[in-house]
């Protein structure tokens, strides 16, 4: 057999990468978490295959999230107890920062802000929203640990060079690796029989908005 050329070998495991593999609710959720985390829509990215369009939409529909998503994580705040608090405000302040990249690359490339979400983006966010009025802070640490868990994990796989590398390094940072390790952390402090379910859902949710951003 030939050996692989050492740019062919596949990537390895990060720390943080090795550490979420070991948390709990990422091994109970079964084959979801390689559904969640492996898509034809980074693949593309990654080679620099993706069309523009399938990188337009994600842009557009992934800032309208985060969008929602500060309004969950800013309720989240308010419910979680005073030792969740550093992390959850350096949680806030990222997404905040996060949002103003969305908007200095949507003038660069054309994207219109305004657009309404695709049906698929406002199941995940009404599903976001719905949890953080009616559940538990347990839960709710759960499900916001599986959102940024499943995207560290998703672009942590790829390599950050070629035409997208600066997308890839911003979230397949050490400063989001150890975000994600922190939310991991308290998800261990305060578990909750129903947090596994709600998981998972969340996987289904990030299943779904990949494979709407790579085919609409």
């Known amino acids: 057999?030939?050996?692989?050329?050492?740019?062919?070998?596949?990537?390895?495991?990060?720390?943080?990468?090795?550490?979420?593999?070991?948390?709990?609710?990422v091994q109970n959720a079964g084959p979801l978490w390689d559904e969640a985390t492996r898509t034809p829509f980074l693949e593309a990215l990654a080679a620099g295959t993706l069309p523009v369009e399938a990188l337009r939409r994600w842009l557009a529909q992934d800032y309208l999230f985060a969008k929602d998503l500060t309004a969950f994580q800013s309720i989240l705040l308010a419910k979680a107890p005073r030792d969740c608090h550093k992390t959850l405000v350096g949680g806030l302040r990222a997404l905040d920062n996060e949002l103003e990249w969305f908007e200095s690359h949507a003038g660069r490339l054309q994207v219109d802000l305004a657009i309404p979400p695709h049906r698929i983006c406002r199941r995940y966010t009404d599903f976001l929203l719905r949890?953080?009025?009616?559940?538990?802070?347990?839960?709710?640490?759960?499900?916001?640990?599986?959102?940024?868990?499943?995207?560290?994990?998703?672009?942590?796989?790829?390599?950050?060079?070629?035409?997208?590398?600066e997308f890839i390094a911003r979230w397949s940072s050490v400063d989001f690796a150890m975000y994600v390790e922190a939310l991991g952390g308290i998800a261990d402090r305060y578990p909750d029989e129903g947090a596994q379910k709600f998981f998972n859902e969340v996987l289904v949710h990030e299943r779904e908005f990949w494979q709407m951003s790579w085919q609409a």
């Open 1 to 25: 057999m030939t050996p692989q050329a050492p740019d062919e070998l596949p990537k390895p495991p990060t720390p943080s990468e090795r550490s979420l593999a070991a948390h709990s609710l």
């Open 131 to 165: 949890c953080v009025h009616t559940e538990r802070y347990p839960v709710l640490i759960a499900v916001l640990f599986g959102v940024e868990a499943s995207y560290l994990a998703a672009w942590s796989a790829l390599v950050a060079a070629g035409l997208y590398s």
